[in-house]
């Protein structure tokens, strides 16, 4: 489990700077778009309420082809090949096309940002006037300002709408000490209403939780619950707000990504390998302002249409993830085992990597640099279809 290492007291000096490019946030995405401005001869600021590493909020599992294709391989801890879902009246076991890993979040942040040149200060931020941010250490100037910071959208213009009225989901989740075999997920009312369990096994702990698409119902008994029906003991809880719906990737002048943009799949609640794929495309964009070869409106303009390209998948999958709960529990167990076919899985399965493929991890001005494997070019991910799960 991730400690707590926040600058406190006669720590936190005062900070006044100026940067190229100012990057809120130093979880995945802004990590991710750091990666690509390595290099580039700008001046990059990062900046986080917590050390780089510090604060897990997630079970941690991409496929493993992104960690791979990124040189992130070193902070795997376990792969799957298989995804076995349970409702009341059937357990299915789904044969995946490609495998999924899960992670150390230390380390994986850590790897991720030894490929970037950025400069790191801790301080949190509180909002921003124009090309200034205002933090907790002073303001900070940039033309180009990224907000990574999460849902909250703390950099973006008016005011943000607050769970539960926000298209936001509720998940928790505690990383008991043990070992399982599979990568498990539950569709029961028992555990919640509109959503699902899982357990994530990860070499030496599991991680168990429950997310509910209804931000109104609190999860914790329900977590509790799961544990024990898996003679486990919680240990170690850890929450957030998912966002479960695409917002606007540019606002005010600022580059939204991450959670801050809403790019988080519906249904799945999987935020990592977009926020990852996000944040190539944005640093991508900035890294041609910082040499010269677009302006910053064009970087936007690209940007913003990037991630909009992506609306009719997001919006898909939204329309599954409330469709799933009004299915009779008798009807999805059937519904399941049809859809268990080799043929449907590799299809769903394989629109669904098409969203975000982690082909797009191997362009960019870094190329293979850290891949350990090859695969296909950025322009080939960028040419396949986005579709739907």
Not at 77 to 93: A, C, G, K
Not at 257 to 280: K, M
């Amino acid at each position: 489990m991730p400690k707590r290492a926040t600058k406190r007291g006669a720590e936190r000096t005062p900070l006044s700077r100026d940067a190229d490019v100012l990057i809120c946030g130093a979880s995945f995405a802004g990590l991710a778009i750091a990666r690509e401005l390595a290099g580039a001869g700008a001046r990059v600021l990062m900046i986080d309420r917590y050390e780089v590493g510090e604060r897990q909020t997630s079970a941690c599992a991409a496929p493993t082809d992104w960690l791979i294709n990124l040189g992130l391989i070193g902070a795997h801890r376990q792969t799957f090949d298989e995804l076995v879902i349970h409702t009341p009246h059937t357990s299915v076991r789904y044969a995946l096309p490609w495998s999924f890993s899960t992670f150390d979040y230390p380390e994986l942040c850590a790897l991720l940002q030894e490929q970037g040149d950025a400069d790191f200060e801790i301080a949190k931020v509180d909002g921003r006037t124009g090309d200034t941010v205002h933090t907790d250490r002073g303001d900070l100037t940039a033309p180009l300002i990224v907000d990574a910071l999460g849902w909250r959208r703390i950099l973006g213009s008016g005011a943000n709408i607050q769970p539960p009225e926000a298209l936001l989901s509720r998940g928790l989740e505690v990383h008991p000490r043990g070992a399982r075999d599979d990568l498990e997920i539950w569709i029961d009312r028992s555990y919640v209403p509109a959503g699902y369990g899982w357990s994530f096994p990860a070499d030496d702990e599991v991680r168990i939780g429950v997310g509910s698409f209804d931000p109104r119902f609190h999860v914790k008994e329900p977590t509790v619950r799961l544990t024990a029906d898996l003679a486990q003991t919680p240990d170690g809880f850890q929450g957030n707000w998912i966002p479960h719906a695409l917002r606007p990737a540019t606002d005010d002048g600022v580059f939204m990504v991450g959670d801050s943009a809403g790019h988080c799949l519906p249904l799945t609640a999987e935020g990592i390998r977009t926020a990852l794929y996000f944040g190539l495309a944005c640093g991508r964009e900035l890294r041609a302002v910082v040499e010269g070869t677009q302006s910053r409106e064009a970087a936007l303009g690209r940007y913003h249409a990037f991630s909009a390209g992506h609306r009719f998948a997001f919006d898909s999958m939204l329309k599954v993830q409330r469709l799933v709960p009004r299915v009779h529990p008798r009807a999805l167990a059937p519904a399941l085992r049809a859809m268990g076919s080799k043929r449907f899985v590799d299809w769903s399965f394989g629109h669904y990597l098409r969203i975000a493929h982690p082909s797009y991890a191997l362009g960019g001005p870094h190329g293979s640099r850290f891949a350990s494997s090859g695969g296909a070019s950025a322009s080939d991910a960028a040419a396949a279809p986005v579709g739907a799960a």
